[in-house]
């Protein structure tokens, strides 16, 4: 069981006294006023800043939002934000992977998207919840758990997985865009125009993120049913990929592998998972915030990687030739070709739907730099959010020729850190600030000052104990782990992101127990 809302105060006339003495932290300022108080913080600056923040750009950050100003209600939003940032066409070359670099047959593939899909989607429902129950972003919960500083380490994570994350989606968008009539724009300046049409709704924030995503999945949804169809009748040959498929401990080896990727798709958004649903009331319950969470994420990624998987069993010479020569793009252009001109405007909506995908990425990374301490939450968010947009396009211009070594490398390492990250944040929700336990709840007010925040030493240890795991269990191509070697055969078996849950998962409690026994907090 979840706390419950009265199990997040531990002292909850503390707020009153201190206003009756007259005192109100500069924390609290913020939280009730952030524009007031960015106006006044930045002296002419802010003049500007006003103006802003009255055609509706959003001025809170990483503050908490209080109870009172929890203006948003309808918690489907939840599962509609994430079928729009999910049925999007960086999606279709996650399940392309299973036979471009495992070799897996269409039904082992469909098997392993599956079974590590519901787990991690699993994992990023359950940081869900903590959104409305804590009115904090993710990267702010972990103080309660890994401390101040340890907060910042999983920031850094986070900025580099988010902006990770904008880069394959970029140059996947640039790449379409550039198919539709091939030499008439070029690759750069498809990846400029897809960051732009990210760019926009994170800078305005919140409300607009939610309104973009709550009808983008409407069209997108309709034109993957049409690349199902197509390639249909294209012809698509289950058994086409057995065989090549490997066989044994290299099978399973292939199977671990390809699945740590589809975690790490799934996984992904736990970091960011809080950030989307903290103005929700305090009372609503985490079972439907999980529920709608999971569903969310569990119908669309499934539904595109299970396209992604299927359309490389097309056999038609034609098509193998567009996915040799122009990789998921030129696939798909080659998929749509039937229809002409009709085939061009769906690429083209294909294109934009990378925005869905890339806007909790851009949002989200901005708010992580916030989180790195209060000289960074001191500048607005918007800031942050558009120096994250010209670090990811431009690490898209450069990483463009190897889209598919980016994505593949960039997601199985990703697996590794937010699984660890879940499972401390988690044990520290159930076993310690569950009522009866060590400490009882979350003191809220205390998000912002590191002397009443955990010291983060056990969250550090047992996420470094994580890091461990992850490193003897991976098995990438520039480090095959002790571990991971074992598990395979010539080229090793991927088990990081289990191995980084398993070692968090053991060693966080004793080191969680022993600091709260010698600092009580």
């Known amino acids: 069981m979840s706390a419950g809302p009265d199990d997040y105060e531990r002292d909850p006339e503390k707020g009153s006294t201190e206003k009756a003495l007259g005192y109100v932290p500069q924390a609290r300022v913020e939280e009730a006023a952030p524009d007031q108080a960015l106006v006044q913080r930045w002296g002419p600056l802010g003049r500007i800043m006003a103006k802003m923040f009255d055609v509706g750009v959003e001025a809170r950050g990483v503050e908490r939002v209080p109870e009172d100003q929890r203006e948003t209600k309808n918690t489907w939003n939840n599962l509609l934000m994430w079928w729009s940032v999910n049925t999007v066409l960086t999606t279709i070359p996650i399940g392309v992977l299973a036979q471009e670099y495992y070799f897996l047959s269409f039904p082992h593939a469909i098997a392993v998207i599956f079974g590590f899909g519901a787990l991690g989607a699993s994992f990023t429902a359950f ?190 010479e034609a098509y193998v030739d567009a996915f040799t020569d122009g990789g998921t793009g030129g696939l798909l252009s080659q998929v749509l070709s039937p229809w002409k001109g009709g085939g061009k405007f769906i690429l083209f909506l294909l294109a934009f739907s990378v925005i869905g995908n890339n806007i909790p990425n851009t949002y989200s990374a901005g708010l992580s730099i916030q989180a790195l301490g209060r000289p960074f939450a001191k500048v607005p968010r918007f800031f942050w959010t558009f120096l994250c947009f010209v670090i990811y396009t431009v690490a898209g211009v450069i990483g463009r020729e190897h889209f598919a070594t980016i994505l593949s490398n960039f997601l199985s390492i990703l697996s590794y850190w937010t699984a660890f ?101």
């Open 127 to 316: 940081i869900a919840t903590l959104g409305p129950q804590t009115g904090l972003r993710t990267m702010i919960i972990t103080r309660f758990s890994s401390g101040y500083y340890g907060c910042t380490i999983y920031s850094c994570l986070n900025i580099l997985t988010q902006l990770g994350f904008s880069v394959t989606a970029v140059i996947l968008g640039g790449q379409t865009l550039a198919s539709i009539n091939p030499g008439t724009l070029p690759l750069v300046a498809g990846i400029v125009i897809v960051g732009l049409g990210s760019l926009i709704p994170c800078f305005i924030g919140y409300n607009m993120v939610h309104h973009y995503e709550r009808f983008a999945w409407i069209i997108i949804t309709v034109v993957m049913l049409m690349l199902w169809g197509l390639g249909g009748k294209a012809g698509f040959d289950i058994n086409a990929q057995k065989p090549l498929e490997d066989t044994g401990k290299t099978l399973t080896a292939d199977v671990l592998s390809f699945g740590g990727i589809v975690f790490g798709s799934f996984t992904g958004w736990a970091p960011v998972a809080a950030d989307y649903n903290c103005r929700l009331p305090v009372d609503t319950p985490p079972m439907k915030v999980f529920l709608l969470t999971w569903f969310g994420l569990f119908i669309p990624i499934v539904f595109v990687e299970v396209l992604g998987a299927a359309l490389m069993t097309i056999t038609n």
């Open 421 to 521: 990250f879940v499972v401390i944040v988690a044990e520290e929700h159930f076993l310690f600030r569950r009522p009866g336990g060590r400490l009882g709840g979350y003191n809220l007010e205390d998000y912002d000052t590191p002397s009443k925040l955990p010291l983060g030493i056990a969250g550090i240890f047992a996420g470094c104990c994580g890091v461990a795991g992850a490193v003897v269990g991976m098995a990438e191509v520039w480090y095959i782990g002790p571990i991971g070697a074992l598990a395979g055969a010539e080229f090793g078996a991927d088990l990081g992101f289990e191995l980084a849950a398993a070692f968090a998962l053991v060693s966080y409690p004793p080191a969680r127990w022993l600091e709260i026994h010698f600092t009580g907090r």
